[in-house]
């Protein structure tokens, strides 16, 4: 046996038996893709159907989703298509003809708009602490209108000059340090001191500001307002909000096509966070700084969670990759990495096709942020020993629409 031979990847049999056990998604912690939510009880006490995007990218569907997790209420899920990513099911369009998300059934009643629908969950099942019509939350709502407004001000126009661009700035500073001040002064970390409905309501776009503005403006929201670090940290000890948290690199490519186009300030810091956010290493700062991603460590089964996920789509992902006709190997090598921590050089002229599936790792519709972590680190770790293109990039993500995201072919495929 030549001394000088790479190492052999793992088999997909010895692979299969390192992977993490698949979780109980019907009475176990909050995932992207339960399809049916018990709670312990029995399913003839449901009454609610949530319709919902299959990626978990709309912040209208996180909303109401934590919400029933939260009050957990039992409920069944439906998923359907986002306009950026794909078409819409005709079943969904006949039930909802301008194919608006989230919808939801209850009691055999239909309902759109999330606002809307919190509001007649209330009348149902009871509040999660102060209802969205009490004065306290109606102010907070109206707080987080205009933190949104200032964000899509200073992320949405394009060609901003230097003034303009500090301007807009600093009037995000403004909302957001109001934002802050409104956490300061409850009796715990939340807006009203426990967990509410006010809080779910400035999670999702929150959350994708964090994202946006560091790819984008080099801007760290956590760092740079201590008060909305402590909130996030908060709602990160909550099984609830880490089974639908996503992470930067998602929301930084979801958001172009779903916001008419997000724009970069090109300076020195966001050049950059965006390049550590797309290419690694993870976590984007250096181990001096906290990570502006989570407050939460690594799981110990996070790179056993993320070896499930793809050998559950195994097949897809081998005959989905548009840059390898043979994709198995170069694959094998990659997960290798991930679950044994021993480099595994893939076949010469692979590292485009591991990097295509780098980018589009989707949290949390495939796996959670860790696990995600662990993945890319690996799919980067084997493209680097590409001993012929290990420099080589694949595609730009697409920036007007994800149809490169669309779900059908993986639920024709093999649905997880």
Same mark, same amino acid.
């Given at each position: 046996m030549d001394s000088c031979a790479?190492?052999?990847p793992l088999s997909w049999e010895a692979l299969n038996d390192l992977a993490a056990p698949e979780p109980d998604l019907v009475?176990?912690?909050?995932?992207?893709?339960?399809?049916?939510?018990?709670?312990?009880?029995?399913?003839?006490?449901?009454?609610?159907?949530?319709?919902?995007?299959h990626h978990a990218w709309c912040p209208y569907c996180q909303k109401v989703w934590l919400w029933l997790e939260e009050r957990r209420i039992?409920?069944?899920?439906?998923?359907?298509t986002m306009f950026c990513y794909g078409d819409k099911e005709r079943w969904f369009t006949q039930l909802v003809p301008s194919g608006m998300l989230p919808a939801l059934e209850l009691d055999g009643r239909l309902l759109t708009e999330s606002d809307r629908i919190l509001e007649a969950l209330e009348r149902a099942?009871?509040?999660?602490?102060?209802?969205?019509?009490?004065?306290?939350?109606?102010?907070?709502?109206?707080?987080?209108?205009?933190?949104f407004r200032a964000w899509c001000q200073w992320l949405c126009v394009p060609g901003l000059g230097a003034? =303009?661009?500090?301007? =807009?700035?600093?009037?995000?500073?403004?909302?957001?340090?109001?934002?802050?001040?409104?956490?300061?002064?409850?009796?715990?970390?939340?807006?009203?001191g426990e967990l509410s409905t006010a809080d779910l309501v400035f999670v999702p776009y929150v959350e994708r500001m964090n994202a946006s503005l560091a790819y984008d403006k080099g801007y760290l929201l956590r760092q740079r307002h201590p008060a909305i670090d402590r909130w996030f940290s908060a709602l990160e000890q909550r099984p609830t909000y880490l089974g639908t948290q996503s992470d930067f690199h998602t929301h930084a490519h979801d958001l172009p096509p779903q916001m008419g186009g997000c724009h970069a300030n090109g300076s020195a810091e966001q050049r950059h966070l965006s390049q550590r956010i797309d290419q690694g290493p993870w976590p984007i700062v250096d181990g001096t700084q906290p990570d502006p991603e989570t407050s939460q460590a690594e799981p110990p089964q996070a790179a056993a969670l993320a070896l499930a996920r793809v050998l559950k789509h195994r097949s897809a992902l081998l005959q989905r990759n548009p840059l390898a006709q043979d994709f198995d190997r170069p694959l094998r090598c990659a997960l290798t990495t991930l679950?044994?921590?021993?480099?595994?050089?893939?076949?010469?002229?692979?590292?485009? =096709?591991?990097?295509?599936?780098?980018d589009r790792i989707c949290v949390p519709r495939d796996m959670p942020l860790h696990a995600a972590r662990r993945l890319r680190r690996a799919l980067e770790a084997a493209a680097s020993l590409d001993p012929e293109a290990a420099g080589l990039q694949g595609p730009e993500i697409p920036r007007q629409h994800r149809r490169d995201q669309n779900p059908l072919?993986?639920?024709?495929?093999?649905?997880g």
């Open positions: 790479p190492p052999e009475h176990g912690p909050t995932s992207a893709r339960a399809r049916l939510r018990l709670f312990g009880q029995e399913e003839a006490a449901i009454r609610v159907t949530l319709y919902r995007d039992p409920y069944r899920i439906r998923k359907v099942f009871g509040s999660l602490g102060p209802g969205m019509q009490e004065p306290r939350v109606q102010q907070l709502r109206q707080l987080e209108r205009l933190l003034t =303009a661009e500090r301007q =807009a700035r600093e009037t995000f500073d403004r909302y957001a340090a109001a934002m802050g001040e409104a956490i300061e002064t409850g009796p715990g970390p939340f807006l009203l679950i044994s921590g021993r480099p595994c050089p893939p076949p010469a002229g692979s590292a485009p =096709a591991l990097r295509y599936l780098r072919p993986f639920l024709g495929l093999q649905a």
